[in-house]
């Protein structure tokens, strides 16, 4: 649960984000959202519905086009690169080998009309995988490590319940192994028990590969599992940043502690 | 004088139904089409005294090749004598003129629905096809502004899952038409509905060009292009055809039809290229059941035409455009 420490050898942040403005017209989507992301660091964002969280991620992710700003991601073979000046092909292929993207809604995420196993192989396809019986061992071994049996390799998404097709997303998008994953409410519209598990193994597979992660959430719990750091959003603006810890036990912007005490006790 | 003579001094019609500013649109996008081999080139499609799904594309691309003294060809799943391609014959005599055959080595422009000849086609002949969905990634992604971006940034990797879907419900490839294939190495085409047995013979001498008239795209291969069919490493292309010979002609090496013959299960396997068979049975060849009933010639254009109508009609699920 170590955040990298300063002072470490190779400090280049995975990701630094400076300035990030994206606009609705006149209303703001986010405004001036500035951070610097470790390899391996876990960064939590949280906030209200409307509070600017979603827009962030998908600026960051080159989903849409922010209006000011920089995204800097530390690229395998030329370093750190300002993705929103890349070229739509670089970017693109950024985002199916060193990004991936866990969106809310598995619907969104995968393609309903293809086999579970066809689902996982679409990236090794995408980047040049050309040997079928490969590609299922692949397919089957990423169905293992998120937990769903190599029987239901050919059955369709939507014959697997919410929690599975959530997992199957995350294996989709770990298979060709990146770097940074963006995640829009991992564990949004799942009953708490599903919910349990499925933070379980994303703990258990970021800690084993080594990943980063942005995980956008209005659930605190789900950052005070996984969240190395966190930054709370309103209206647009970044209120609070800092330790997941340090954050949420002793909050100090007055939108924070309101947050935390909203949180229901069982 | 002939009727495209009477129409054309009644001022009724053009040379080949379309005005020459319409040919002069269609030819600027056959002509891009051939500069960038598999690139699907916007043409503003004409309407055409014919439904959508009966060739209107193919019809367009033939009117703007056509000139006055070419020979024209016909055909439709390899039958010069199946409606779609009597009809079209028809048209062109009509409002262009042209001689006609039902030979191909004779023919200078052919129109095709879903076969490519079983004879060699040479460099000055031009073969047309139909086409009902030009984009190969249509099924896979529905929308048209990310087909466009996919190809724009060659991002194909879609293209094999759906083989991979094949393979993983089938056991193999079980694509037998519209076979995707990649044109000089760079885009992937719908090479129309051909059967996959007809994917090696894309390499050719002759000029290939595709029209959808409702898609309103063209598209073409230039002579002697590199067509690959896209397949797996473990599971590699296979051209396929029934396992028989023709019943008529005795043919091994020709795509063939099967027929039901009556409700007691008995069925034939004939050439889908009539004028193949002809040809063949003209030289002498003669299949199993090639010598029963009626003489070579009326076999093909009574018993065996009128079963291949009905195998056509089974088959305009997919429909040409």
Redo the contacts between chains.
């Keep these: 649960m170590m955040a990298p420490q300063v002072g470490e050898q190779d400090m280049t942040p995975l990701l630094q984000v400076n300035g990030l403005t994206k606009m609705y017209g006149a209303r703001i989507g986010c405004r001036d959202v500035s951070f610097d992301l470790y390899p391996g660091e876990v960064m939590g964002i949280v906030g209200e519905s409307g509070s600017g969280k979603s827009t962030l991620l998908n600026a960051m992710a080159g989903h849409h086009a922010p209006d000011r700003g920089e995204v800097i991601f530390d690229t395998r073979a030329d370093g750190p690169q300002d993705t929103l000046k890349m070229s ?2 670089e970017r ?1 292929m950024l985002g ?1 080998t060193d990004w991936a993207f866990v969106h809310q809604h598995a619907r969104d995420g995968l ?1 309903m009309s ?2 579970a ?2 689902n996982i ?3 090794l ?3 040049g ?5 490969e ?2 061992a692949q397919a089957a071994d990423w169905l293992g490590r998120v937990e769903i049996s190599d029987s239901r ?2 059955d369709r998404p939507s014959a697997f319940s919410g929690g599975m097709q959530q997992r199957l997303q995350i294996a989709r998008n770990l298979v060709t192994g990146p770097r940074l994953v963006f995640m829009d409410e991992p564990t949004g519209g799942l009953d708490v028990s599903v919910q349990a598990r499925l933070l379980d193994l994303l703990r258990g597979l970021v800690r084993e590969m080594g990943l980063s992660a942005i995980i956008v959430t209005h659930d605190l719990a789900v950052v005070r599992l996984l969240a190395d750091r966190l930054m709370v959003m309103k209206d647009g603006h970044v209120v609070e940043s800092g330790l997941t810890d340090q954050v949420l036990d002793d909050p100090q912007h007055a939108y924070t502690q309101l947050l935390v005490s909203s949180v229901l006790q069982v | 004088m002939t009727d495209h003579q009477k129409l054309a001094e009644a001022g009724d019609y053009n040379f080949a139904y379309l005005d020459e500013q319409t040919k002069r649109m269609i030819r600027r996008a056959i002509l891009k089409g051939l500069a960038v081999p598999g690139y699907q080139v916007p043409f503003a499609s004409r309407e055409m005294p014919m439904p959508y799904g009966w060739g209107t594309g193919g019809v367009q691309v033939t009117a703007a090749t056509l000139t006055p003294d070419d020979t024209l060809k016909v055909i439709d799943q390899g039958a010069d004598d199946t409606t779609n391609a009597v009809s079209i014959r028809k048209f062109f005599q009509r409002t262009a003129g042209v001689a006609t055959t039902e030979e191909t080595q004779k023919a200078s422009v052919i129109q095709t629905r879903h076969r490519i000849p079983e004879a060699t086609l040479s460099e000055d002949q031009v073969l047309v096809y139909q086409v009902p969905i030009p984009e190969p990634l249509r099924f896979l992604e529905p929308r048209e502004t990310e087909t466009r971006k996919m190809h724009s940034l060659e991002e194909y990797g879609l293209m094999h899952v759906k083989l991979y879907e094949d393979i993983s419900q089938h056991g193999d490839i079980a694509t037998s038409y519209a076979y995707p294939v990649k044109v000089e190495d760079r885009y992937v085409m719908d090479p129309s509905p051909i059967p996959k047995f007809d994917n090696p013979k894309l390499e050719m001498a002759a000029i290939q060009l595709f029209g959808a008239g409702r898609e309103q795209r063209i598209y073409a291969v230039p002579p002697y292009t590199r067509v690959v069919s896209l397949d797996f490493e473990d599971y590699p292309f296979e051209a396929s055809k029934a396992d028989h010979a023709c019943d008529l002609c005795a043919a091994e090496d020709s795509y063939l039809d099967e027929v039901i013959l009556d409700d007691a299960g008995s069925r034939m396997f004939v050439c889908s290229d009539t004028d193949y068979c002809r040809s063949r049975r003209a030289a002498g060849h003669v299949g199993r059941l090639g010598e029963t009933g009626q003489p070579a010639e009326a076999g093909q254009s009574g018993e065996a035409g009128q079963s291949e109508k009905t195998g056509q009609s089974e088959k305009t699920g997919e429909e040409a455009a």
């Design positions: 739509e092909p693109r199916r393609r293809v086999s196993g066809g192989g679409e990236r396809m995408a980047v995988g050309r040997h079928y019986g590609i299922r390799i050919d």
